[in-house]
């Protein structure tokens, strides 16, 4: 009963905060980007390499890339690594609903991206709140009735998994804006 009602009170500053936000919408794909953020969980070390990979893909294209890299742990992962264009960030230290208590959150929240990508395949209320906020002219996500109202663009898998995910928004980021 209190985690619905803690639910409810995050949802209701995430959408008051969400509507004053100041973005400006625009489809792009790979051919006009020239930088994408990207949100996901290093919790795991085969999604991580997944979107390292992927990543790497990007840069070829010439596409700058950001990504904040979220962690619910106490300790930070072994195989996570912090760089110039990769912030991380501990869950339950850095947020909380009233105040973000991370410089990296902020400033990637802050950044203009031109395409945002949250990785995160089941709702989670911390990326989705980066996510919503974010003044990245097109964002991206995994299909799910919690991200239908932040998100611009939303890839339907039948089965939620990474690789599936990746390999949809490959497709649909070349197709777009040729």
């Known amino acids: 009963m209190l985690e619905k009602i803690i639910n409810y009170i995050e949802f209701f500053i995430l959408d008051r905060r969400y509507r004053t936000t100041n ?29 390292n990979e992927f990543i790497l893909e990007l840069q070829n294209y010439k596409i700058r890339v950001n990504s904040l890299g979220i ?54 209320f911390f990326s989705t709140y980066i996510s919503a906020l974010s003044k990245a002219r097109f964002k991206l996500s995994i299909e799910s009735e919690l991200k239908r109202k932040y998100f611009d663009m939303l890839i339907n898998i039948k ?3 990474l690789k599936d995910f990746i390999t949809q928004l490959k497709h649909y980021l070349k197709i777009i804006n040729t």
């Not at 790979?30 to 994408?36: E, F, P």
């Open 23 to 51: 973005r400006v919408k625009e489809i792009v794909g790979l051919k006009n980007a020239k930088s994408i953020g990207l949100v996901y969980y290093i919790d795991d070390f085969d999604s991580v390499e997944l979107i």
């Open 71 to 124: 962690y619910s742990t106490k300790l930070l992962p072994t195989w996570s690594q912090k760089t110039i264009n990769n912030s991380l960030v501990q869950k339950r230290k850095h947020f909380n609903v009233l105040n973000i208590n991370s410089k990296y959150a902020v400033n990637f929240i802050e950044e203009d991206f031109d395409i945002l990508i949250d990785f995160t395949l089941k709702d989670d």
């Open 159 to 161: 089965e939620p998994a």
